[in-house]
DNA sequence: TCGAAGCATAGACGCTCATCGATGTTTCGT
DNA sequence: ACGAAACATCGATGAGCGTCTATGCTTCGA
């Protein structure tokens, strides 16, 4: 499966006013709202996947290929392929093949989507 | 194990100046970070413990027990206390026990907490 | 043209986890 | 004192996931 979910609009953000939610009792979270966004954080709930999202960011040029992520990691090259695949199915990475080598990007504001939507839980 | 992680404090979130980070070449994250993050994230990265998270901090009073949960949710009882004690335990609740019920409160800035965690990868 | 390099995919294995039924513990009425 | 109600804990089970080895596919250089 390759479905994108991401970017995502927060939608019911305005809740907040001052520092303090006013009137706490605004509607809870919908069934299946709560299941994508747990499709979301699931994506992102792994050591090693966080290591990889944040060495890619860190990476010269914002981007790095499967080869520059294996060895710092410790784990095999198809190991770090099924993450970053996972990763990119959810929208936080994309993927640009140049020759043999296929260099993986951080979506812009894809990290910034999710931790909006964490606050209208 | 009972161990709080919350709250935890965004120590290297002085990277963005403006709209974008200037210098996107920063340094990763460690891994017991991401071993630490990744935790919290496994905590919340669930659909039924999304929607009870919701469900409380919507409850009128901003607390709820467990027999208020169950019901709507359509879990059993055994499986709303684990829930519960798993975001418990994550430092998302706290759990005041009155009588025979048990209330479980939202604790305010853990969600804020980790959306601000969030940007920091 | 052919071998090598980089990467993705397939299949398997072991571990974790979500959920349940059963049971123990505490507290409140009667 | 005793039964009932609310909740936590325990043990079991089935599904999902992270990791590996093996293998296939694509691209480049000799």
Redesign the interface.
């Known amino acids: 499966m390759t479905t994108v979910l991401l970017p995502l609009t927060a939608t019911s953000a305005a809740c907040c006013i001052g520092d303090t939610c006013a009137p706490?009792?605004?509607?809870?979270?919908t069934?299946a709202g709560?299941?994508d966004?747990?499709t979301l954080?699931?994506a992102?709930?792994?050591?090693?996947?966080?290591?990889l999202?944040?060495?890619i960011?860190?990476?010269?040029?914002?981007e790095a290929c499967v080869c520059d992520l294996t060895e710092p990691l410790g784990l095999t090259q198809p190991t770090v392929s099924h993450h970053l695949k996972v990763l990119t199915d959810a929208g936080y990475l994309t993927r640009a093949k140049r020759g043999t080598w296929a260099y993986y990007t951080l979506v812009p504001g894809a990290?910034?989507s999710?931790?909006?939507l964490?606050?209208t839980?």
Chains 1, 2 share one sequence.
């Open positions: 706490l009792t605004r509607e809870p979270i069934p709560a299941r966004l747990s954080l699931k992102l709930a792994d050591p090693m996947r966080l290591r999202v944040s060495m960011a860190a990476h010269e040029g914002g990290l910034d999710v931790a909006a964490l606050r839980v």
